[in-house]
Structures are given as structure tokens and as C-alpha cells.
């Protein structure tokens, strides 16, 4: 089993940036898809982006395309996020996740989980 530990969440005004970062440990950090998911207040916890084990593929949700960039570091065991024209409703608590790498980016794959981070968007 990969343990994931999150960071780089915060308090961010409307249109401002984040950058997440995951870092991962126990076991062979490229044997695993890895993804992002996030759980705002009173809703469902839901996909945001999910990255192969190279890196060279990559899928987002709708909702963040174009504002939202994923990438890994396989040399630093580390996943990240890059969030940019941060908006209210962005505002959950973001969660990375890994996936046995032989499902592809299959967005029901996910069965490691991080504790999550905080993100707080203000209008």
C-alpha cells in the first residue's frame, strides 16, 4: 500500500493560484496512477484529474479544464496540482489518490487515499 500526504492548500482570494503537492511512500511510487479528487461542504467527493504513471497522459474534469494542471515527479515520489483564476466554488478539501497503473485512468481505480487538504477560495 502507497501512503499520501497532501500540501500547499490554503486561503486564496478569487483568481489567485495554488500549487498542491503529494507526496507518496511504501511503495513504488510509478507503479500507480495518481489523481486528484475534491469534496466541497454538503456534496460528494468527485474527480478532478488523474495522471499515468509516465506522465505522458493525463484527464480532467470538465469543470476544471484549462485552470487545473496535474504533473508528477516520479524521481521525488511527488504529485501536483496546479490551480489557477481560483474560484469560490473551488473551495474542498482536495484529496490525492493512487491506482494500480495497469487500470489506465480509469476514475474508479482510485483505492489509496491521502487525509486532504484544505482549499478556501474568498470572493
Known amino acids: 500500500q502507497v501512503q499520501l500526504v497532501e500540501s500547499g492548500g490554503g486561503l486564496v482570494q478569487a483568481g489567485g493560484s495554488l500549487r498542491l503537492s503529494c507526496a507518496a511512500s511504501g511503495r513504488t511510487f510509478s507503479r500507480y496512477t495518481m489523481g486528484w479528487f475534491r469534496q466541497a461542504p454538503g456534496k460528494e467527493r468527485e474527480f478532478v484529474a488523474g495522471?499515468?504513471?509516465?506522465?505522458?497522459?493525463?484527464d480532467y474534469a470538465d469543470s476544471v479544464k484549462g485552470r487545473f494542471t496535474i504533473s508528477r515527479d516520479n524521481a521525488k515520489n511527488t504529485v501536483y496540482l496546479q490551480i489557477n483564476s481560483l474560484q469560490p466554488e473551488d473551495t474542498a478539501v482536495y484529496y490525492c489518490?493512487?491506482?494500480?497503473?495497469?487500470?489506465?485512468?480509469?476514475?474508479?481505480?482510485?483505492?489509496?487515499w491521502g487525509q486532504g487538504t484544505q482549499v478556501t477560495v474568498s470572493s
Open positions: 489518490a493512487a491506482a494500480p497503473r495497469d487500470g489506465g485512468l480509469g476514475r474508479q481505480n482510485y483505492n489509496s
Open positions: 495522471i499515468s504513471w509516465s506522465g505522458l497522459r493525463t
